[in-house]
């Protein structure tokens, strides 16, 4: 499969990222075939990051770019704001906090265990939330 | 660009003996979040007591969602009530998995299931 791309930019609204998660479910499931599973992981930590981003960020707009091939899914979400690692901030969570955890702050830790690889950059005055699933094949 | 908007989500509220029943039906998103509580909130003005939530309609759940879960739980149990969450599909279940939230909330395979266990608590209790 060659490899192909979409990429949305939209105003940081939440109705704008339920659409957005139509549109990479919708790939997803090309992806991802018969596993839904996978397919889901993927699209949970990305919500959890375009979230993120309508929430804390204080950006106008996100952009969210979806790249897939034979062997993997790729999402960068990425928006305006202050330098924020969330990788870095991610990797202070364990299950042990989780289990103490009483409301909040679950995107994040989500995120890390569902994704098979996760990275970020800072670049153009933009947080990238860099995030890769692998279609086991 | 996108435009935003939408409807708001439903929620089928049924009563079973001295139980509410609540089953949203869409997806339980940060965007349905204040219609979910908008809807959770007057139910809770008129009943103080035993909850059984029914996910068995929600298509997708993220964090805003079990946030919104979590914050009943702590209600109900907070007044005393017993908490059951019941039906969950299988990708809603792998999110209270990884987040431990399976460990802190009372989980049921059905509706009927969570009834039962509710009337079990109770009879514990009393």
């Known amino acids: 499969m060659d490899e192909r791309r979409l990429t949305m930019e939209f105003e940081a609204d939440y109705r704008n990222v339920d659409r957005a998660r139509v549109a ?14 996978r397919a889901a992981d993927i699209t949970m930590a990305a919500v959890e990051a375009m979230n993120n981003a309508v929430e804390h960020s204080g950006s106008q707009t996100i952009t969210l770019e979806v790249a897939w091939e034979e062997t993997e899914l790729r999402v960068f979400v990425s928006s305006g704001g202050a330098p924020f690692d ?11 906090e989780m289990l103490e955890r009483d409301e909040g702050g679950y995107g994040l830790y ?20 860099k995030l890769y699933k692998f279609t086991g094949r | 660009m996108l435009e935003s908007g939408g409807r708001s ?5 049924e009563k079973a003996d001295d139980v509410a ?17 908008a809807h959770i909130g007057k139910l809770l003005d008129t009943h103080s007591g035993d ?17 919104a879960v979590m914050s009943l739980n702590r209600f109900a ?39 039962m266990m509710i009337k079990a608590q109770r009879g514990e209790q009393s």
């Open chain 1, 24 to 37: 990479l479910q919708e790939i997803s499931v090309v992806c991802f075939g018969n596993d839904t599973e």
């Open chain 1, 86 to 96: 969330p990788v870095a901030a991610a990797a202070g969570l364990d299950e042990e």
């Open chain 1, 110 to 129: 989500l995120i890390r265990e569902l994704v098979d690889r996760f990275e970020y950059e800072y670049r153009d005055a933009r947080n990238i939330w």
């Open chain 2, 9 to 13: 989500m439903d929620v089928r509220i």
């Open chain 2, 21 to 37: 029943v609540l089953i949203p039906v869409g997806n339980l998103v940060a965007s349905e979040i204040d219609s979910f509580n």
């Open chain 2, 51 to 67: 909850l059984l939530l029914d996910m068995s309609r929600i298509s997708f759940m993220d964090s805003s969602g079990l946030d």
């Open chain 2, 77 to 115: 149990t907070a007044g005393g009530g017993v908490f059951v969450c019941a039906a969950l599909p299988d990708n809603l279940l792998k999110v209270f998995r990884v987040t431990r939230a399976d460990q802190k909330i009372r989980l049921a395979a059905t509706g009927l299931e969570g009834l």
